[in-house]
């Protein structure tokens, strides 16, 4: 939105005060319901003298214009006169930011000829506004994002998949350095590229008041690792940071894992269907070791293989807030389960681990149930091998393990009969 479209819409008519309120024709029924119990209270309340020319009273007038130009409604009124005694119609009918909002939207959309939607108009009025998969065009982002600066109720937007492109994310941006309520922000499958992600990086390094980003599937680089690393270098009220499905790969990865490193705030992190792979995996590994916020961690379909398995296994035996870890997909054979084993003996933090579609054999997965069952202190109350064959003694392991653990579950859906033939006989292991 360019300047002089926020310099106009900031102007005293453009913003009708309390004594003027713009409705719009397409006014939601909430507002009706407020108006039909103002108007219905003041003739209660009027003598019957003096009903005949309520409307002409200074402190008691509720009138309707209808315009030939255009099909708005406007109603004046003395807010002060339709304020009920009692606490809730009080709240029901005060002037608040929220209703600033909407009625800033219908003017918004009024000055750019957009039709107001009324989705919109029913969302402004809630905590969560959700326009994705298309529905927000290019004409309503302008009258959208300047009503949500005025608005301090929505702490969830979702304005996903719709291909906004960083000119598009260019007004939300700036309408979340004014904005102080949303908290939650949702702008995946949005083609921001490079544009974006510099945008994202300036919200995040300032003052931002978002807890969650959800930016995946956009298209992001290294370069773009780099934006997001630098900014959460200084961030502090992230928690969390979604970057699943783009095309991060191993210098990003060392990026990212650099900014964890200085980052004893964030607690979710959402990598999963990336590039990292090897030098990426150790990378990330080797940070979460000095890291002391971060609870959960998605790197699912990276290619980590063995060696990035044992990195991240190495982080389980220091690391004293992880809780949540997903490598499933990630090409991890019987070696990187094995070392991975060998650390969930020592961890006493991990609440829930995900190896599925990996193929860690039968003893793998038999070691990794014996693990859990000789560290009296683990925590691990679910374990994830879909599409991983387990033997007959797995499950036995895992009843033995429920006996202790109530809450205890194991999710697989292949039994087979016999171990896995492995190449090269395997070593007795020693847990």
């Not at 099909?71 to 006169?81: E, I, Q």
């Not at 929505?154 to 960083?166: A, E, M, P, V």
């Not at 598009?168 to 499958?189: A, C, P, Q, W």
């Not at 003893?363 to 374990?383: C, F, M, P, Q, Y």
Request: proline residues 2%.
């Amino acid at each position: 939105m360019a300047d002089e479209d926020w310099n106009t819409l900031r102007k005293p008519e453009f913003i009708p005060n309390l004594e003027r309120m713009p409705i719009h024709h397409k006014i939601g029924s909430h507002q009706r319901q407020h108006i039909g119990r103002a108007k219905t209270k003041r003739r209660q309340q009027s003598p019957k003298s003096t009903r005949r020319h309520h409307k002409y009273s200074n402190d008691q007038r509720l009138t309707r214009k209808a315009s030939k130009a255009n099909s708005d409604l406007w109603l004046d009124f003395n807010v002060d006169a339709s304020l009920s005694e009692s606490d809730d119609e009080q709240q029901e009918t005060t002037q608040d930011g929220t209703e600033t909002s909407v009625l800033v939207y219908n003017n918004s959309c009024k000055k750019f000829g957009v039709t107001p939607r009324d989705g919109v108009l029913k969302h402004l009025l809630t905590d969560k506004l959700s326009i994705n998969n298309g529905r927000l065009t290019r004409h309503d982002i302008q009258p959208l994002a300047y009503s949500l600066t005025m608005n301090n109720t929505i702490t969830i937007l979702d304005i996903s998949g719709n291909n906004l492109g960083g000119e598009g994310l260019k007004h939300f941006s700036r309408m979340l350095e004014e904005n102080v309520s949303i908290t939650d922000l949702d702008v995946s499958y949005n083609d921001l590229g490079s544009k974006g992600a510099i945008l994202l990086e300036q919200l995040l390094s300032s003052k931002s008041h978002l807890k969650s980003l959800n930016a995946a599937g956009n298209s992001f680089g290294n370069d773009e690792a780099r934006c997001f690393s630098e900014a959460l270098k200084q961030n502090t009220n992230l928690r969390q940071l979604i970057l699943s499905d783009n095309n991060i790969q191993e210098q990003g990865g060392s990026l990212l894992a650099e900014a964890l490193e200085n980052n004893d705030y964030l607690q979710d992190l959402d990598l999963s269907w990336n590039q990292l792979r090897l030098c990426g995996a150790i990378a990330i590994g080797n940070s979460l070791q000095n890291n002391e916020s971060l609870k959960q961690l998605n790197v699912s379909w990276n290619g980590f293989a063995d060696l990035g398995c044992e990195a991240v296994g190495r982080a389980l035996t220091s690391n004293s807030c992880l809780d949540t870890l997903d490598l499933s997909s990630n090409r991890i054979g019987y070696e990187g389960c094995h070392n991975l084993a060998k650390a969930l003996v020592l961890n006493n933090t991990l609440t829930c681990l995900k190896m599925n579609y990996n193929s860690i054999t039968t003893r793998g997965a038999l070691e990794l149930l014996v693990a859990i069952k000789e560290n009296h202190t683990s925590a691990i109350d679910r374990l994830e091998l879909q599409d991983v064959p387990v033997v007959q003694s797995c499950l036995e392991i895992a009843s033995d393990i429920k006996e202790n653990k109530d809450n205890f579950r194991v999710i697989h859906d292949v039994t087979v009969l016999s171990e896995d033939f492995i190449l090269r006989c395997v070593r007795p292991n020693k847990m």
